[in-house]
Structures are given as C-alpha cells and as structure tokens.
C-alpha cells in the first residue's frame, strides 16, 4: 500500500500486484485450483493464449504481502460520488458557533409566533441543531416554514449577542419572572458557577455556556434550512413530558449547504436497511423483539467472509482467539465497575439457582479473568487476545436503527496484556492492522483523533502522560496526522479513536484504542518481573470494525449494495440463451465452484434483457453469457460487468483466472490488466 497523509486526514492509495509461483492455501479456493490445472475437464476449450498467466492467490481473505513490479499497472480504487469536504464542528470552530446560535434564534423565533411556547435545550449537533419545545399543538410543515421565515428576519437584523454572568440566586430569579419551568431544573442541574446567560439583541435570552456569534448577521441566511419535527422525552425520560424537537442544519455558506443537501439525498439512495431488505441479507423480526439481527443466507455468507478475513489477519498479526460466555453472575460486573458505571445499558438480571446473573454488555471482563487463571512472566508478555464476542445492551425503543444501533451485536475485541515499554510498539502494531483491514472493505481515508486526561480519572499522572506519549509516538511514527481531544478520554486512559470517511463524504466512527489502569487493579492483574516483583501489566481495548452490525450497515451504506466482487454472495451468473448453452453453463459452474468461486445459472429462460436487469437488480458484479456466437466460437462468454458495463467475450479461463486476481486485490473485473 502506498499512504498519502495529509492534515488530520490518512489517504491510502491500493496499487496492483501479480503474484506468480506462491502456493498459498484457502478454505475459499480448493487446493486443486492453479496448481493441478492439468487436470481441467476435457469438455473445456484450450485457454487462449492471450488468457493472463496462471496465479495462485488467497481468495477471500488474505491481503497480498509482494509488491508489484515496475511494469505492472495500478489498480484502480472505486470512486467516490462526491470529492466534497464539507468542514464540521471540530474543524471549524465558526461552524459550531453558528450552529449552536442558529437553535438560540430558532427558539427566539418559536416563541415570536407561539408566545405560550416554552423552551427546554437547543444545542449544535453534527450537522445542524436541535431545540426542544413544549407546545399544545404539533407542529405542522407550515409552522416550519413561518419559523424559518421570521429566523431570517432575526438574522438580517444583525442583533448583537451578548454574555452575562449572574450569580446562581439571580438566575434562578429571572428565570421565574419569565415562568420558563424547564429552565428551572437546567439550572438545578448545574453544578458549577459562575452561572452565564446569552442576549440576542435586548430581545430574548437564554441560560447557556456558549459559544456563539458577535451577531445574527453572521448567519448565511441561505445557508440554513429547518428539516423535521419529532418527538423528544424531557431528559430523554419516557415517564416525563413528551417535547416536540425541531431540527435543522446550518452551514458557513449556501454552496456547504447544498452539498450537505446532495449527500443527504444521496444517503437515502444508500439505507441499509432499504438494501438489506432488497439484496434479502437480514431482518429485524418484531415478533422476536426490536433490535435483534435475523442474517439471512446472503448475509450470512458475507458476515462470515468479514469474520473468517478478520480472525486470518489477526493470527498473521500474533493473536490468539478467545471464545467466552454470554452470561455472567452480577459480582463479575460490580468487580469490573460495570454494573455501577453501566447498570442503564443493561439487561435485567437473571435468577439462576438463586444468584443472579447478567447477559454481559462488554467482553473485557471475561478476557480478565482468562488472564487471571495463570501467573503471567514478564516473559509471556505481550499478551493478545481477540474475540467475536456478542453483547447485549438495552436500548430504548425509540433509539433502535437498523443495524446501526441493535440490542444484540458482535463486537471485534481484543485486549492486549502488555510492558510500559512495550505499550507505543503495540499501539503501532494495532494502526497498522486496523488500516490494513479497513482498506480491505474500500476505506482508504480516515480522520483520528488522540483524547486526553479528563478531569476526573484513576491511575497517576506519571502513568497518563507516560501512556498518552506512546499513543503520540505510535501515531507519529507511522506518519499518522491527528488532531487532540483534551480531557475527552475516558478516566480508566487516553484513546485513539479512527473514522472512516464514506463514498458520499460522510464519517463513522469504527476504530477504537483504549488504555485501561482501572481493570488490571480491579481484577487484581499481576505478571512477575525479571527481578521477581510483582507488578501490573498495561491493558489496552481495541476494536476495528466496532461491532460487525454496525460495520455491516456501514459497508452497504458505502457501496450502495454493490458489495466488491470478494464480498459478493454470488459472485456471478452465467446466462445461457438456449437449452444447449444453458447445459454448458451449468458446466462452467461446476468448474468454477471447484476454483472457490461463487457463481450460479439464470434459469430463468427470460430475454437477455429480463436477465441483465434481474442481474442489475440483484447487484451481481459479472454476468457471463453464452448465446449462438459465443457457442461457434467455443469457450468463449460475453462478459458484463456491473460496475465497468460490457468488457466484451472473454475466454471462461481468463474470467476464471482474472475473477482469481480481481478477489485477490478487492478490486473490480475490469481493473485486472
């Protein structure tokens, strides 16, 4: 892999690689494949000599590990449908500033046209904002409307905000004079002061921190747009006061706003759970209960591909695999800190025998106590561990969304048992795999972030700046640009977190590094010293995909359901246009599966063109078909690719073989040279 870094961003490039000569085993690919083609059946035509010379490659799973020769040309990535970076709240300090008094004018607005509105919380959030109101009538599209009308009043009046500092008996004064009860219980809720308020103009205020702009007039007012209404729990609390929360999304300037317009639209082209449900790979079984993931064969295939490509990698890398229950009693999650830090997420308890017990949220606890039943060397160390561990949280109801946020998921664990030395090469070690296996999927760009100590955390402060300089090190020395969190880490250690940037531009968070002081204390860690002490080893949390649930929904989301051809249930169709060529399209088949290809016949009898459309519907990377011409010829297939159109007649062995490399490099039929 050739990587471009550029600031905060990590660009990786793929290059095409030939490999000739390497034997290389795969459960995907059947032994007898290129290195026993002497046996290939006697109804197949001799290969042509123009057919691309014999490979031997890993056919699902394994990376290449050669690099290419000097006359071998690149390999062609898939492009992104949009080139555009819209900025966000972390990069553009005026972005945040112009969201978060977007939702103070909205509400100043809200209460202009619905006077016995009252006001609860209006922050900036990704790509926009929110406020929440508590209104006797819902409102309408209409309603938007006139709001957003009378915001762009506010905004070309340039009024002027303005910062107050009030002691908490002052506040808590004004607040009653305007009888703003949710205010009120803001305000109880805040535990430090001074206590600060925010002027628009001398017209309307409201209990905030802020940031915001010098004055409305620094909106674009043709760079925001109100976009929907829901419903919102005070406090998020379903036995509390049902809200009425209105959404909307600013930018600095009109042409951000219509690119933000543009991906949005697009993303609804992209919906997991819309494809899903077409490509027939999963369902969400209401009757079974919300949140719980049913993978149908098609998507079970695929998930078993991510796993089996997972799992090689990280033997290659120097772990072992763990397989841990999914059921624990309640003392393991008070030990852990769990059951007192987590206890809202989690599942109610389990009586067995009289104990209780607890379907497990995470896996880390469970990798402890494995660590726990031998006495460890410094010797034994480093120690990794990884897991396709499944957890159950609970979510509400209303937060569920498809595979992205689920009640039951498979998280790709792994725990790492190391030296203090050894902590800034291990980290390296986990970027470099963690890139390696999300460039395999089609993302090469990711944005990282280093956060800090926060205010509140366990452990000294030799032992954080000691574990938050490897992570910089780790980072730096791999030429990794990141930007700094400070006091965003959580108490237990500084992390690193990675996104990926998607093919419309938009970022997920997948990637995690955590440094953990907290449970090799509370599960009493230990490893003697070469001295013979006794002392605790550094643990370190690290996922790469996050959970598969998600990742998969992330994947499909990404390349709009056209899965690269590895990933491919069906890899590709033949097409037969009459009783004989079908007979020999079923031989194909044979002799492609005995390659680990996965392809299957139309046997349909449609019209070519029925059957090229089903094809296209079905998203299948390759159709092959075999008419009246390509019969004279012999050997011969017309070749349709999915995402490169018609590449012409093609002879079975060049398809088989370049379908072989195209698998090999995750690349597309037609960037095979």
């Known amino acids: 892999m050739l990587f471009v870094v550029a600031t905060n961003k990590l660009y990786s490039l793929p290059w095409k690689r030939l490999f000739f000569g390497q034997n290389l085993r795969s459960k995907y690919i059947s032994p007898c494949c290129w290195n026993r083609i002497e046996k290939r059946p006697s109804w197949l035509p001799p290969p042509q000599k123009r057919c691309v010379r014999r490979l031997v490659v890993d056919g699902c799973a394994q990376a290449p590990t050669s690099s290419i020769t000097a006359n071998d040309s690149k390999l062609k990535p898939r492009k992104n449908i949009s080139n555009s970076r819209l900025p966000t709240n972390e990069t553009s300090p005026l972005l945040l500033k112009i969201r978060h008094t977007c939702a103070h004018v909205m509400a100043m607005a809200v209460q202009k046209l619905f006077p016995e509105a009252k006001v609860t919380i209006g922050p900036w959030i990704e790509n926009g904002f929110y406020y929440d109101f508590s209104l006797k009538k819902p409102l309408t599209e209409q309603d938007l409307e006139n709001i957003q009308r009378e915001m762009k009043k506010i905004i070309q009046r340039k009024l002027p905000l303005r910062r107050e500092v009030l002691s908490r008996e002052e506040a808590k004064k004004r607040i009653e004079e305007i009888q703003e009860p949710y205010k009120l219980e803001i305000l109880d809720s805040i535990a430090d002061e001074p206590i600060t308020i925010y002027y628009i103009g001398n017209e309307w205020w409201d209990l905030c921190a802020g940031p915001h702009v010098e004055h409305t007039g620094m909106i674009d007012a043709q760079a925001f747009r109100l976009e929907t209404v829901a419903g919102a729990y005070w406090r998020g609390d379903e036995n509390r006061e049902m809200l009425q929360r209105i959404y909307g999304t600013a930018w600095e300037t009109k042409e951000q706003l219509e690119e933000y317009l543009k991906q949005k639209e697009e993303a609804k082209k992209r919906d997991h759970r819309v494809i899903g449900q077409q490509l027939d790979l999963f369902s969400i079984q209401e009757e079974a209960g919300g949140g719980l993931v049913f993978w149908h064969p098609k998507g079970a295939l695929i998930r078993s591909l991510i796993e089996d490509f997972w799992r090689r990698e990280h033997l290659k890398n120097g772990y072992e695999l763990l397989y841990t229950a999914h059921i624990a009693k309640v003392d393991l999650w008070k030990i852990s800190g769990h059951y007192d830090f987590y206890r809202d997420s989690m599942f109610q308890q389990i009586q067995v025998e009289n104990d209780p017990y607890q379907l497990k949220p995470m896996n880390c606890p469970f990798h402890c106590l ?304």
């Not at 246009?577 to 020999?584: D, G, V």
């Open 370 to 673: 494995v660590y726990k039943n031998s006495l460890k060397s410094y010797r034994d160390l480093p120690i990794r561990w990884a897991e396709l561990g499944t957890v159950y949280r609970y979510e509400r109801s209303g937060t569920l969304h498809g595979l992205m946020r689920v009640r039951g998921f498979t998280q790709d664990d792994a725990h790492i048992f190391c030296l203090e030395e050894q902590l800034s090469d291990e980290i390296r070690k986990v970027l470099l795999l963690a890139k390696k296996i999300l460039s395999r999927f089609g993302f090469n760009e990711f944005e990282v972030t280093l956060s800090t100590r926060p205010e509140k955390y366990v452990g000294s402060d030799e032992i954080w700046e000691k574990a938050t300089n490897a992570l910089k090190a780790a980072m730096e020395s791999e030429n990794w640009h990141y930007t700094v969190d400070q006091g965003g880490g959580a108490f237990y250690g500084p992390k690193i977190d990675i996104k990926v940037r998607d093919a419309i531009g938009r970022l997920w968070q997948c990637s995690t590094i955590q440094c953990d002081f907290n449970l090799p204390e509370r599960f009493q860690l230990e490893y003697v010293t070469k001295e013979g002490h006794r002392n605790r080893p550094i643990m370190v949390h690290r996922a790469v995909f996050g959970s598969l649930e998600r990742f998969f929904g992330i994947l499909l989301e990404n390349c709009a359901g056209d899965l690269p051809l590895w990933l491919a249930p069906v890899q590709l169709r033949w097409i037969g246009l009459s009783e004989e060529a079908r007979t020999i399209c079923h031989k194909y088949r044979e002799y492609a599966e005995q390659k680990g290809l996965r392809t299957q016949v139309d046997q349909s009898g449609d019209r070519i063109s029925k059957c090229i459309r089903n094809g296209e519907i079905e998203k299948i990377p390759l159709l092959a078909i075999i008419g009246a011409k390509e019969l004279e010829q012999g050997g011969l297939v017309s070749v349709r690719s999915r995402t490169g159109g018609d590449l012409g007649p093609m002879n079975v062995d060049t398809l088989l073989s370049k379908m072989m490399l195209a698998i090999q490099e995750a690349c597309d039929l037609q960037d095979v040279v």
